[in-house]
């Protein structure tokens, strides 16, 4: 792994550089049009679905097909073909939900428990002890889009945010959401963020560079870890501020100033 993937990796409080999210938290990515956080997505992927560890992930797309994902993935030396006849890798396309004929009288709100129900049997097999897996990230790229599908309506973006929040607790899963933050009108979008940032144990903001455009820096990453217990045994955000750099197959990451 790069080395200056360290600088994310402490930002979100790992212990190791190959352990994934295998405390049962959220963390929310919340990117914008000039800055897009999906790079912050494909590493969690990646350390998610380490050699070292019996990591699965379940992955929910609404924004892009399989594809997509297993070209970028390949890039950064993931095999998800690989992953995903291993039963560590299991992909829901959302770009396919279009309302098929079977789904012909179902309502917004049965299409979103049905997707649900499938999260949860495929959970019950994974948490067997048949199975013999364990730290299950659920991933979500992206949740605007999702309400889209949804013809508008964010009470059932929220409700299904609800059911798995709750498998966090029940199951110990992780989730980890990317989220458009400015996609939004301004009269919908606060309830839907609000719910979301409520919900997050860890917000990563994905941002222009506040001096604007630079050739080796592409924008700044602002990680957020809330509830984190200082030396007086009380609770506080921890605030994180770095820059990034993408690249082809990999993306550097650098406090400011710290480069040459």
Do not use: W
């Amino acid at each position: 792994m790069d080395l200056s993937s360290n600088v994310l990796d402490e930002a979100l409080r790992f212990d190791n550089a190959t352990t994934g999210l295998c405390s049962g938290r959220v963390v929310l990515i919340e990117d914008c049009v000039e800055t897009n956080g999906a790079f912050v997505l494909h590493h969690l992927i990646k350390r998610a679905l380490s050699p070292t560890s019996s990591g699965v992930v379940l992955f929910v797309a609404f924004a892009q097909p399989f594809s997509h994902y297993e070209r970028i993935l390949r890039k950064l030396s993931c095999n998800l073909v690989a992953h995903r006849e291993n039963g560590r890798f299991f992909f829901f396309d959302m770009l396919k939900l279009d309302y098929p004929d079977e789904d012909v009288g179902k309502s917004d709100q049965d299409r979103v428990i049905d997707l649900y129900g499938k999260i949860q049997k495929t959970l019950e097999v994974i948490v067997s002890p048949e199975y013999n897996k364990s730290c299950v990230t659920i991933v979500i790229d992206d949740i605007s889009l999702m309400e889209v599908a949804a013809n508008g309506t964010s009470n059932n973006v929220i409700d299904f945010l609800h059911y798995c929040h709750t498998l966090t607790s029940e199951l110990g899963c992780s989730l980890v959401i990317l989220n458009h933050e400015d996609i939004y009108s301004d009269m919908m979008g606060p309830t839907l963020i609000l719910h979301m940032e409520y919900l997050a144990d860890v917000v990563i903001k994905a941002e222009p560079l506040v001096t604007g455009l630079a050739t080796d820096v592409h924008g700044q990453l602002t990680v957020i870890n809330k509830g984190i217990i200082d030396e007086q045994r009380s609770l506080r955000n921890r605030v994180c501020n770095f820059h990034f750099n993408i690249k082809e197959n990999s993306v550097e990451y650098f406090y400011p100033g710290s480069r040459s």
